[in-house]
């Protein structure tokens, strides 16, 4: 019995980086995406600690190259605050802008990235470098 050949066709154009971002971000489980969401964004919020606050789809997403629906991020945005390592900034003209909490400033100061936290908890060894 002969097999029959099979014919693959690949796709040799390039899709737009956000396309491709999306399709990384769908292949990724729900509890690790928000995990580098969470690590990323402490960490922006850590190293620009002199500014008062920072957009978080501005200054933190499009910076990192992450275009996201607004209804996730909107799910990222309450993720993100239900944590208490960040608040959101109210006054005129702070929508949308976040700033880290007086535990979010220590949890960093001391652990250094949001993974690094984690594996404390569970008790594994701490990268400093994170």
């Known amino acids: 019995m002969k097999k029959k050949a099979r014919i693959t066709q690949h ?19 729900q509890p690790t995406f928000d995990r580098n969401v969470m690590d990323a964004t402490l960490r922006v919020l850590f190293e620009n600690a002199d500014k008062n606050a920072l957009d978080l789809r501005t200054d933190i997403f499009d910076k990192a190259n992450l275009h996201l629906s607004d209804s996730e991020m909107e799910r990222l945005w309450d993720v993100l605050i239900s944590s208490g390592w960040v608040s959101p ?13 007086k535990a979010g400033f220590q949890m960093m100061s001391q652990y250094g990235s949001y993974t690094n936290y984690l594996s404390a908890m569970r008790g594994t060894t701490i990268d400093p470098k994170a």
Request: without cysteine; neutral net charge; proline residues 3%.
């Open 11 to 29: 796709n040799t154009t390039k899709q737009p980086e956000a396309q491709q971002q999306q399709k990384q971000a769908q292949s990724m489980d």
């Open 89 to 101: 900034t109210i006054g005129f003209g702070h929508a949308g802008k976040l700033e880290l909490t």
